[in-house]
């Protein structure tokens, strides 16, 4: 890994083994980009990567150069109204009203390891060793503008983190209307983008298309990150598959407005933006004034959807989530929610507790209502204060009682919500975001916090802190259940109501890192009414988060299989609950249940007393399985083996550090007579390795798929002609053996030799 500073030509080479990333200063002071991707040996020159061509109609910098126009060079940080004509990285105005920029190089500085950005969740080092950060240096004059790109190269895997400073070294006050943490301009577009869209209970499903000339984008104005549209991106250069081909992925480690950007102009260039959705953004700089944009991470590979993911994984999994809960196989939880809404008793709850205590669940998560008077949605929000009525000794009679019983206890919370049916919200009617004179529109009847001032963060915090310190809490969900209108805030001077949504997040990562500081063992689950707030800035603080309200075993598969091309299993919130389910009222296995939510963090959401015998016993074996295999699950390789976006069955696996050890997880989602044959190829084995595979299947009895799959076979069969999944099921007189929505866990093991 290095970075290689060419002075003489102005140029900057980021590399490690697996990327190239160059850029150099240009002939009228700013950053062009020259090559971003597969590593590439150094040269003394690269000015030819330039390509300035004379073409008509161009609107041209120099009087001397007919070919020199910024609308036909790739740059680093773009800006608009100076013979470039895309979509810019930043737009500042000036107090005469100006708009035009120009940032022209000063300096630059190399710091080992990596800086932290103050306030923002971002990924991290641990030893100097383990990245390299290059600084540069730019300045608008006339503007007193001085402007910081800042790299960091990682040693390890093709991975590029960007991020831009502005400071404001002038005497005028600046308005900042575009600040966008990523510019990258790609010489071509020969690729598909997928972008991870969806809605509530249907989050992050991939959507592809052929990148065209134009601009497409995907973005929230939601105030969160959103579950329609998730801020990661993937070009793909066809046909680059799960195993193979090239794709750059860009994530923003970011909760609020965001926006994901390609825009292809008519030579057929690329430029990709991302950051902080520009509609709606003002930040006011007065002298001496600094701003800050969230960090954006480029992963560059040659080797497939699967490794360009199985990159993210690592980085978000090691250096971007924090703390005690990091690297530990995280506990088997029961969570009351779906087993009993805001209808239970203290009593109730600890009979669902013994129940799962009893199954070897090792968590109690007592979900929302047990505050204020919350006996519905319409009250109790902001109102962090047992109710005592449903909990005679308090939260931490309740959570004694579990530790008693040998669970321990978690709790949720929704820090940034008021009902105005509450006495925060009749103490403080001013604490919240809305428009003087206009309409306060409600969510789920509830209002949002102004997030943005701090004595509103500084009483939550003083609230939760009272609970958590009071009773033996070793798990918090965090929620987050409405979107953000009417942002204006009643502490803020108009010329700064711009700066709202993102101080808003900035007032809940301050939350989030009060919090977790104070109560270091803490886990802490993030949660938007499921998945709507599923984004790197939210792993920085919590761990893990609830993927989806959508506890349907066939849809969640779906939602998994998309949410993993970015985020680790180990963070993803995955729980069995009950059939027919209450989101579809679809009736699935409750091996399939499990089977799907065994590949994420692992948990209940149902009352295990109304289970049968047989079921409950069911239920212990699959506490057990997850176990025994929670560290493989949890922190192994992911492969994605076959998208249930592509047909009946979808596949997926994990595999052991040293390769000795994997899970398959198969799933159909309808079953049919006499049905073709099938293989399954696996991905990331040992091709020398001779493997034992048990079948944990769905067979009552019956020949075919366990015999010609289980047994030994060595890797490379698995891998090249692939694993027998053939069914022989539902034939006239075979019996019932699958059934609709059917799934199976192979287990390989490598035999000791
Ligand atoms: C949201 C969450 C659920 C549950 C409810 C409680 O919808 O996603 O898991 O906590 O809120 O109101």
Same mark, same amino acid.
Request: aromatic letters at 12%; hydrophobic letters at 35%.
């Given at each position: 890994?290095?970075?290689?500073?060419?002075?003489?030509?102005?140029?900057?080479?980021?590399?490690?083994?697996?990327?190239?990333?160059?850029?150099?200063?240009?002939?009228?002071?700013?950053?062009?980009?020259?090559?971003?991707?597969?590593?590439?040996?150094?040269?003394?020159?690269?000015?030819?990567?330039?390509?300035?061509?004379?073409?008509?109609?161009?609107?041209?910098?120099?009087?001397?150069?007919?070919?020199?126009?910024?609308?036909?060079?790739?740059?680093?940080?773009?800006?608009?109204?100076?013979?470039?004509?895309?979509?810019?990285?930043?737009?500042?105005?000036?107090?005469?009203?100006?708009?035009?920029?120009?940032?022209?190089?000063?300096?630059?500085?190399?710091?080992?390891?990596?800086?932290?950005?103050?306030?923002?969740?971002?990924?991290?080092?641990?030893?100097?060793?383990?990245?390299?950060?290059?600084?540069?240096?730019?300045?608008?004059?006339?503007?007193?503008?001085?402007?910081?790109?800042?790299?960091?190269?990682? %040693?390890? &895997?093709?991975?590029?983190?960007? #991020?831009?400073? +502005? /400071?404001?070294?002038? =005497?005028?006050?600046?308005?900042? *209307? $575009?600040?966008?943490?990523?510019?990258?301009?790609?010489?071509?577009?020969?690729?598909?983008?997928?972008?991870?869209?969806?809605?509530?209970?249907?989050?992050?499903?991939?959507?592809?298309?052929?990148?065209?000339?134009?601009?497409?984008?995907?973005?929230?104005?939601?105030?969160?990150?959103?579950?329609?549209?998730?801020?990661?991106?993937?070009?793909?250069?066809?046909?680059?598959?799960?195993?193979?081909?090239? %794709?750059? &992925?860009?994530?923003?480690?970011? #909760?609020?407005? +965001? /926006?994901?950007?390609? =825009?292809?102009?008519?030579?057929? *260039? $690329?430029?990709?933006?991302?950051?902080?959705?520009?509609?709606?953004?003002?930040?006011?700089?007065?002298?001496?004034?600094?701003?800050?944009?969230?960090?954006?991470?480029?992963?560059?590979?040659?080797?497939?959807?699967?490794?360009?993911?199985?990159?993210?994984?690592?980085?978000?999994?090691?250096?971007?989530?924090?703390?005690?809960?990091?690297?530990?196989?995280?506990?088997?939880?029961?969570?009351?929610?779906? %087993?009993?809404?805001?209808?239970?008793?203290?009593?109730?709850?600890?009979?669902?507790?013994?129940?799962?205590?009893?199954?070897?669940?090792?968590?109690?998560?007592?979900?929302?209502?047990?505050?204020?008077?919350?006996?519905?949605?319409?009250?109790?929000?902001?109102?962090?204060?047992?109710?005592?009525?449903?909990?005679?000794?308090?939260?931490?009679?309740?959570?004694?009682?579990?530790?008693?019983?040998?669970?321990?206890?978690?709790?949720?919370?929704?820090?940034?919500?008021?009902?105005?049916?509450?006495?925060?919200?009749?103490?403080?009617?001013?604490?919240?975001?809305?428009?003087?004179?206009?309409?306060?529109?409600?969510?789920?009847?509830?209002?949002?916090?102004?997030?943005?001032?701090?004595?509103?963060?500084?009483?939550?915090?003083?609230?939760?802190?009272?609970?958590?310190?009071?009773?033996?809490?070793?798990?918090?969900?965090?929620?987050?259940?409405?979107?953000?209108?009417?942002?204006?805030?009643?502490?803020?001077?108009?010329?700064?109501?711009?700066?709202?949504?993102?101080?808003?997040?900035?007032?809940?990562?301050?939350?989030?890192?009060?919090?977790?500081?104070?109560?270091?063992?803490?886990?802490?689950?993030?949660?938007?009414?499921?998945?709507?707030?599923?984004?790197?800035?939210?792993?920085?603080?919590?761990?893990?988060?609830?993927?989806?309200?959508?506890?349907?075993?066939?849809?969640?598969?779906?939602?998994?299989?998309?949410?993993?091309?970015?985020?680790?299993?180990?963070?993803?919130?995955?729980?069995?609950?009950?059939?027919?389910?209450?989101?579809?009222?679809?009736?699935?296995?409750?091996?399939?249940?499990?089977?799907?939510?065994?590949?994420?963090?692992?948990?209940?959401?149902?009352?295990?007393?109304?289970?049968?015998?047989?079921?409950?016993?069911?239920?212990?074996?699959?506490?057990?399985?997850?176990?025994?295999?929670?560290?493989?699950?949890?922190?192994?390789?992911?492969?994605?083996?076959?998208?249930?976006?592509?047909?009946?069955?979808?596949?997926?696996?994990?595999?052991?550090?040293?390769?000795?050890?994997?899970?398959?997880?198969?799933?159909?989602?309808?079953?049919?007579?006499?049905?073709?044959?099938?293989?399954?190829?696996?991905?990331?084995?040992?091709?020398?390795?001779?493997?034992?595979?048990?079948?944990?299947?769905?067979?009552?009895?019956?020949?075919?798929?366990?015999?010609?799959?289980?047994?030994?076979?060595?890797?490379?069969?698995?891998?090249?002609?692939?694993?027998?999944?053939?069914?022989?099921?539902?034939?006239?007189?075979?019996?019932?053996?699958?059934?609709?929505?059917?799934?199976?866990?192979?287990?390989?093991?490598?035999?000791?030799?």
């Amino acid at each position: 890994m290095g970075i290689i500073i060419n002075n003489k030509k102005d140029t900057f080479h980021l590399c490690n083994q697996e990327i190239s990333y160059i850029m150099t200063v240009l002939p009228n002071g700013q950053m062009g980009q020259l090559y971003f991707g597969k590593r590439i040996r150094d040269r003394e020159d690269f000015s030819y990567l330039l390509e300035t061509i004379g073409r008509p109609m161009a609107s041209c910098v120099f009087d001397t150069d007919k070919a020199y126009s910024m609308e036909h060079i790739k740059q680093e940080y773009g800006v608009f109204g100076a013979t470039d004509y895309r979509m810019p990285a930043a737009e500042v105005i000036q107090e005469n009203g100006n708009r035009v920029s120009e940032f022209c190089f000063r300096d630059y500085r190399v710091e080992p390891g990596k800086p932290k950005l103050p306030g923002l969740p971002a990924t991290y080092t641990e030893k100097e060793d383990e990245a390299e950060t290059l600084v540069i240096g730019l300045e608008d004059e006339r503007a007193g503008l001085r402007l910081e790109l800042m790299y960091t190269v990682f %040693a390890k &895997g093709g991975i590029i983190a960007r #991020s831009a400073r +502005f /400071l404001n070294r002038g =005497e005028q006050n600046l308005r900042l *209307t $575009t600040a966008m943490s990523l510019c990258l301009d790609l010489p071509d577009s020969g690729y598909d983008w997928i972008q991870f869209s969806g809605a509530w209970a249907r989050e992050r499903q991939p959507k592809v298309r052929r990148l065209e000339q134009g601009i497409q984008s995907v973005g929230s104005l939601r105030g969160h990150s959103s579950h329609n549209h998730n801020p990661f991106l993937i070009l793909k250069r066809p046909p680059a598959d799960g195993s193979q081909g090239e %794709a750059v &992925g860009f994530s923003l480690v970011y #909760s609020g407005n +965001f /926006l994901a950007q390609a =825009e292809v102009d008519t030579y057929d *260039t $690329t430029r990709i933006l991302m950051g902080i959705h520009p509609h709606g953004f003002e930040w006011k700089l007065e002298p001496g004034g600094e701003f800050q944009t969230p960090e954006a991470v480029i992963v560059y590979t040659d080797r497939g959807l699967n490794h360009l993911s199985q990159t993210f994984h690592r980085l978000y999994r090691k250096r971007l989530a924090r703390g005690y809960w990091r690297d530990r196989e995280r506990p088997i939880l029961i969570n009351n929610w779906e %087993a009993t809404y805001f209808d239970f008793t203290e009593d109730k709850l600890l009979e669902i507790a013994e129940k799962a205590r009893e199954c070897g669940v090792e968590l109690f998560v007592l979900d929302d209502g047990w505050f204020g008077r919350r006996s519905s949605e319409h009250s109790g929000l902001g109102d962090w204060i047992a109710n005592s009525e449903r909990l005679p000794d308090g939260i931490a009679g309740l959570a004694q009682r579990m530790e008693d019983m040998g669970m321990k206890f978690g709790l949720w919370f929704e820090p940034e919500m008021v009902n105005p049916d509450s006495d925060l919200y009749r103490a403080h009617p001013d604490w919240i975001l809305s428009a003087p004179g206009y309409r306060r529109s409600h969510g789920r009847y509830q209002y949002v916090l102004d997030f943005s001032r701090r004595e509103v963060v500084d009483h939550i915090f003083g609230m939760m802190e009272k609970i958590l310190s009071g009773a033996k809490v070793s798990y918090v969900k965090w929620d987050m259940n409405r979107s953000i209108t009417e942002c204006y805030s009643a502490a803020l001077p108009a010329d700064r109501q711009g700066e709202v949504y993102h101080r808003y997040i900035l007032g809940v990562y301050d939350l989030y890192e009060k919090l977790t500081e104070r109560f270091p063992h803490v886990l802490f689950e993030s949660c938007a009414s499921g998945g709507g707030r599923f984004d790197p800035g939210m792993l920085y603080y919590a761990p893990q988060a609830w993927t989806s309200d959508d506890t349907d075993a066939v849809e969640r598969v779906k939602i998994q299989y998309g949410t993993s091309y970015c985020y680790p299993i180990s963070s993803m919130g995955s729980h069995v609950s009950i059939a027919p389910n209450h989101q579809l009222n679809r009736s699935t296995p409750l091996r399939t249940r499990a089977n799907t939510a065994y590949f994420g963090t692992f948990g209940y959401e149902l009352n295990l007393n109304l289970l049968s015998e047989g079921e409950q016993a069911q239920v212990k074996e699959q506490v057990c399985f997850m176990k025994k295999y929670r560290r493989l699950i949890q922190f192994g390789t992911f492969y994605r083996l076959q998208s249930p976006f592509d047909g009946n069955t979808a596949a997926w696996m994990v595999v052991s550090g040293d390769r000795r050890e994997a899970l398959v997880g198969w799933y159909r989602t309808l079953v049919g007579v006499n049905m073709p044959y099938t293989r399954l190829r696996l991905q990331g084995l040992d091709p020398g390795l001779e493997y034992h595979v048990e079948v944990q299947g769905s067979y009552v009895e019956g020949p075919s798929v366990h015999e010609a799959a289980a047994g030994m076979h060595y890797g490379d069969e698995l891998m090249y002609l692939g694993l027998i999944t053939t069914d022989g099921s539902s034939g006239e007189n075979e019996g019932l053996q699958s059934c609709d929505f059917d799934s199976r866990i192979y287990i390989l093991k490598a035999n000791d030799r």
